[in-house]
C-alpha cells in the first residue's frame, strides 16, 4: 500500500510559478523506491471531469503532458527523496483547480498513462489558485 502527501499548492498570480509535491512512502516494504512507480499528476475542478495533466514512465524516461500544459509544466521524479514533482511556470487562471498526484505499476517500463483512472493510489491533493 503505498501513501502520497501533496504539498506545493497555494494562491499565486498569473504568469506565476509553483512547484507542487508528491511525496511516496510505503511503510510497510523494506528499501522502497519510486524507481518501480510510474505516476501521473491530474487535476480536479467541481462539475468537470478529472484532467490528466502529465504522466512519467516508470523508467522516468517517457513523460507526456495534456496540450494545455506543454511548455509549461514539467513533471519530474526524485529517486533519493521518493518523490515525484510538477513544475507549474506561467501560471493561468484556468489552470486553477485541485492537484492529484498518483502512482502504480504498469507493464512496460516505458508505460506513461495519462488517464488517472488507470492508477491505485492517489494522495490528497493540493489547491492551486490562479487569480490576480
Known amino acids: 500500500q503505498l501513501q502520497l502527501v501533496e504539498s506545493g499548492g497555494g494562491l499565486v498570480q498569473p504568469g506565476g510559478s509553483l512547484r507542487l509535491s508528491c511525496a511516496v512512502s510505503a511503510p510497510a516494504v523494506s528499501a522502497f523506491t519510486v524507481d518501480y512507480y510510474a505516476a501521473n499528476w491530474f487535476r480536479q475542478v467541481p462539475g468537470k471531469d478529472d484532467e490528466g495533466v502529465a504522466c512519467i514512465s516508470q523508467g522516468g524516461t517517457v513523460t507526456e503532458y495534456v496540450d494545455s500544459v506543454k511548455g509549461r509544466f514539467t513533471i519530474s521524479r526524485d529517486s533519493a527523496q521518493n518523490t515525484f514533482y510538477l513544475q507549474l511556470n506561467d501560471l493561468r487562471p484556468e489552470d486553477t483547480a485541485r492537484y492529484y498526484c498518483?502512482?502504480?505499476?504498469?507493464?512496460?517500463?516505458?508505460?506513461?498513462?495519462?488517464?488517472?483512472?488507470?492508477?491505485?493510489?492517489r494522495g490528497q491533493g493540493t489547491q492551486v489558485t490562479v487569480s490576480s
Open positions: 498518483t502512482a502504480d505499476i504498469f507493464g512496460r517500463y516505458e508505460d506513461c498513462v495519462m488517464d488517472p483512472r488507470e492508477y491505485s493510489f
